[in-house]
């Protein structure tokens, strides 16, 4: 058998990543942040300790990890929205693509929901969590002063509540939720504010 290839080790090492991830969202779902030992992400990702800790130096770094990942979403959305349709809006880009990503990475979004709002978990975010909510209010700010809406930071604040809020109920119900229909309902909104 010949050595695996630089790309082969590279693909290993992401795939082991993705699993630890995948295994400590789970975990922090079901027994919380606090409650959820190394040894248990790595028992649950079926990896061994020292392996887990060669991706991640703390579970609070694994942590960041997997925020930093949502973030990574996000940042993915407000990017294909900047390149798509010029016929649009950019505010109606910007939520058709929030909402476009959170169907691409529905399990993911679903347990991360579940996480974020521990005590703990908010605790060992600290300022981090609140320097990528500004950084989203920051960008649909700019998009709202581009588009003339009134008070664009309160209206951000607003519409990034609102995202906020259906995702989390689109998550819960993804059969039974009427996201496509509060998708356009949002858009004929802020098209709306934008006219007035």
Same mark, same amino acid.
């Given at each position: 058998? &010949?050595?695996? *290839?630089?790309?082969?080790?590279?693909?290993?090492?992401?795939?082991?990543?993705?699993?630890?991830?995948?295994?400590?969202?789970? #975990?922090?779902?079901?027994?919380? /942040?606090?409650?959820?030992?190394?040894?248990?992400?790595?028992?649950?990702?079926?990896?061994?300790?020292?392996?887990?800790?060669?991706?991640?130096?703390?579970?609070?770094?694994?942590?960041?990890? @997997?925020?930093?990942?949502?973030?990574q979403d996000v /940042?993915?959305?407000?990017?294909?929205?900047?390149?798509?349709?010029?016929?649009?809006?950019?505010?109606?880009? @910007? @939520?058709?693509?929030?909402?476009?990503?959170?169907?691409?990475?529905?399990?993911?979004?679903?347990?991360? /929901?579940?996480?974020?709002?521990?005590?703990?978990?908010?605790?060992? #975010?600290?300022?981090?969590?609140?320097?990528? *909510?500004?950084? @989203?209010?920051? *960008?649909?700010?700019?998009?709202?002063?581009? &588009?003339?809406?009134?008070?664009?930071?309160?209206?951000?604040? #607003? #519409?990034?509540?609102?995202?906020?809020?259906?995702a989390q109920h689109?998550?819960?119900?993804?059969?039974? /939720?009427?996201?496509?229909?509060v998708i356009e309902?949002?858009?004929?909104?802020?098209?709306? *504010?934008?006219? &007035?």
């Amino acid at each position: 058998m &010949s050595p695996r *290839t630089a790309e082969q080790n590279q693909a290993l090492r992401e795939e082991s990543r993705a699993k630890i991830v995948a295994a400590a969202l789970r #975990l922090f779902g079901a027994h919380g /942040y606090e409650g959820t030992s190394v040894r248990m992400i790595a028992a649950e990702a079926g990896v061994a300790q020292g392996l887990m800790y060669s991706h991640f130096a703390s579970k609070e770094d694994l942590l960041r990890a @997997i925020f930093q990942q949502s973030i990574q979403d996000v /940042y993915a959305s407000f990017a294909a929205a900047e390149a798509g349709d010029p016929a649009q809006s950019s505010l109606e880009r @910007i @939520i058709r693509a929030a909402f476009a990503t959170l169907r691409e990475r529905l399990d993911f979004w679903r347990l991360s /929901y579940g996480v974020r709002m521990q005590h703990s978990v908010i605790a060992a #975010l600290g300022e981090d969590l609140l320097d990528w *909510t500004g950084t @989203i209010r920051v *960008t649909l700010d700019r998009a709202l002063r581009e &588009s003339g809406a009134p008070q664009p930071e309160v209206q951000a604040a #607003l #519409l990034f509540a609102t995202i906020d809020g259906v995702a989390q109920h689109f998550v819960l119900d993804p059969q039974g /939720y009427p996201l496509d229909a509060v998708i356009e309902a949002l858009v004929r909104q802020y098209s709306a *504010t934008q006219s &007035s």
